[in-house]
């Protein structure tokens, strides 16, 4: 059951900001699995080297991470009951995936302060905040 009561502009701005923002997620996915010639060049050979010798564990919580997190905007926009629990999925990959991160890797020693805690805490704290929106407009 959806609700029936009409958004306003803000809920749209707010969910399609947050499609944007996983579907970047995506894309970094992609980038990084397919090892792309942009992300090639983006780091440095200590840093390729970290990533590719990340568990396949991480890789795959990284993919379950950012693809729920798509899926559950496009729920969202379309305002679907079902949103809540796939970004509670997204968001249980995430901490699990970020907390490692930062604190199961020598990642920051190996990357900048901002890429080792700066944006896994606000990958945790956009995850968070996607299931309270998409609980607070009951979809």
């Known amino acids: 059951m959806t609700n ?12 399609v900001v947050a499609l944007i923002w996983n579907l970047m997620g995506v894309a970094n996915y992609l980038m990084q699995a397919f090892k ?3 992300v090639m ?3 440095n050979a200590e ?5 590719e010798n990340s568990p396949t564990w991480m890789t795959a919580l990284f993919a379950i991470a950012v693809f729920a997190g ?4 496009i729920a969202l926009l379309m305002r679907k009951e079902i949103a809540a629990s796939i970004f509670i999925v997204s968001f249980l990959a995430a901490i699990v995936h970020e907390l490692y991160w930062m604190f199961g890797t020598n990642a920051p ?3 900048s302060v901002s ?10 704290v956009v995850a968070a905040f996607l299931i309270w929106y998409s609980k ?3 979809c």
Do not use: H, R
């Open 4 to 15: 029936t009561s009409k958004p306003g502009i803000a809920f749209w701005i707010i969910g």
């Open 36 to 38: 792309t010639q942009s």
């Open 41 to 43: 060049d983006k780091f």
């Open 47 to 51: 840093q390729l080297a970290f990533l």
């Open 70 to 73: 798509a899926i559950g905007c």
């Open 109 to 111: 020693e190996v990357f």
């Open 115 to 124: 890429m080792a805690y700066l944006m896994p805490t606000l990958v945790i």
């Open 136 to 138: 607070k407009y009951n």
